[in-house]
Each structure stands twice: as C-alpha cells, then as structure tokens.
C-alpha cells in the first residue's frame, strides 16, 4: 500500500461524501435541529445511544450540548446524556436482560415524554438501537437516527432519518461528527446566540 496516495484518496473520499450529504441530508438536518430547539424550549432533554465508535460520537455531542460549542456563546447547560457512559450498567444489563435491551432499558428509565432520543448507527440495523428508538416512541420521546448507507431498519422506524450517503464507515463517521456540530452549535444559536 502506499500510504502517501491512501492519504490523498483517503482526504477526497471524505469531500465528496460531505458534498453528497450537503443535499441529500439537508432538510433532515434541519428537522433535527427544530425538534431538539423545540425540546429545550419545553425543559426537556436529549439522550444519545450507539456503538463502538458511534458511542464515542454520542459522548461527544452530548458533551457539547451540555457544556458548550460555540465559545463565543455564554449560555446555561442544555440538558443532554449519552447513555453509552456507565460500565456498571451496561454490564448488569448485558449480563441481566441482553446487550440488545441496553439502551431501550435506559430510555425507560431515563426519557419523559417531549424528550428527544438520538440513535446512532452507520449501518442502521444496529439491534439495541432499534430497540431504543420503539421504547423512545412508546414513551413518547422524539427520535432521530444519524445513519449511513441505506438507512437499515432505523431509516423507516425514526422520526427523522439523516442517512449519509456512503458505504465506507470511516467516511459515514465523519459526516455524523460534522453534522452532530451543525446541529449543535445551531441550536445553541437558537437558544442563546444574539
């Protein structure tokens, strides 16, 4: 393999994938961030779920909502949680009822009715948050989904669906990041900007 040309076509993938998600995911991303605005509006709260690396993009945008984005923001903490944090949990609900009950056991305890439930999977077929975003929508929780590919299972059983527009992975994860910040920093403009 060489690395040097991996590199470049590995940079251009990821551009184009961007520019595909630019219209493709338009005005999903927009839904997305009116029904978060309109939670916090209501005193509500956003929980987060996913796997593996979308479990740390969960960490990561929840942590965003709830300290800051935007530095030049001064704004009170939006309420948010990623429920893929606690090892004592997740491993007494692995053990004790499945790892495909983890997140939907969560969302039962945790989500109130007006809350907002974000699903993270680039394949869309990710069992547990399937599961998740029924319990969401039993509870009466809102749901939108940061997919990639064909959108899976999640694309037809979200509220909103944001499905990237790519096979690869890798390029699927950095369109979530990217669109996990415009949908951050949007809100927190919304919410808080001048």
Known sequence: MNISEFYTQSLRESAQVKERTLDACREDVLRAIDIITDAYRNGKKVLFCGNGGSAADCQHLATELMIRL??????????AISLCTDPSNMTACGNDLGFERLFA???????????????????????????????????GLKTICLLGGSGGDLKDAADVAIVVPSENTQRIQEAHITLGHIICESVEQLLHGE
Not at 70 to 79: F, S, T, V
Not at 111 to 134: K, M, P, Q
């Open 70 to 79: 935007n530095h030049d923001i001064q704004r009170p903490a939006l309420g």
């Open 105 to 139: 056991r969560n969302v039962e305890g945790l989500g109130s009715e007006g809350d907002v439930l974000v699903g993270i999977s680039t394949s869309g077929r990710s069992r547990n948050v399937v599961l998740a975003v029924e319990m969401a929508q039993r509870k």
